[in-house]
């Protein structure tokens, strides 16, 4: 399924998708800086935009910048509502602990996901319905470590995390 969905554009480039069918469009920088190890700085993209109602914008880490030279975003997702019109800035955090990261402008160094939102309704309640995984949190399903590293492992239902 295709959808085209009309976003306004201010500034400087349009976010490009680099590849047909890609869910990210990129996001460069404006601006030359540098990122020693463990820093972290807000970039500034040029761009400003309008979404449609009903739609909002995430800013998410490219992962061959993540995986290649750490950098990621900090928020990730960031959220631009539909409302907001400023310029969108990326916070960029270098979690190599040895190698400063160079970024120069027209660098990407994000990418834009354009996505449909549905509102909720919150309704307090004394008490809510039960499920399988109950209250389970964090590491709930265990793991199983080894030389192939973690893996998940079901839970009494036999469905994995």
Same mark, same amino acid.
């Given at each position: ?13 349009? $976010? ?7 869910? *990210? ?11 020693? $190890? ?22 998410? $880490? ?14 990730? $997702? ?63 399903? *265990? ?19």
């Amino acid at each position: 399924m295709t959808e085209t969905v009309e976003v306004l554009l201010h500034g400087a480039g349009a $976010p490009a998708y680099a590849h047909p069918g890609d869910a *990210g469009a990129d996001l460069v920088s404006v601006e030359d800086l540098t990122l020693e $190890p463990g820093q972290r700085a807000t970039v500034g993209t040029g761009v400003s935009i309008a979404l449609p109602a009903g739609y909002v914008a995430l800013v998410v $880490p490219r992962s061959g910048l993540a995986a290649k030279h750490g950098i990621t975003v900090v928020n990730t $997702p960031g959220t631009v509502d539909a409302g907001y019109r400023g310029e969108i800035k990326v916070i960029l955090l270098n979690t190599d602990s040895r190698e400063s990261y160079r970024i120069a402008a027209g660098d990407r160094i994000a990418q834009l996901l354009v996505l449909p939102v549905t509102r909720a309704r919150f309704i307090p309640v004394d008490r809510l319905p039960g499920s399988q995984r109950g209250e389970g949190g964090f590491g709930s399903t *265990g793991y199983r470590g080894g030389a192939s590293g973690a893996q998940a492992s079901p839970d009494q239902s036999g469905v994995s995390e």
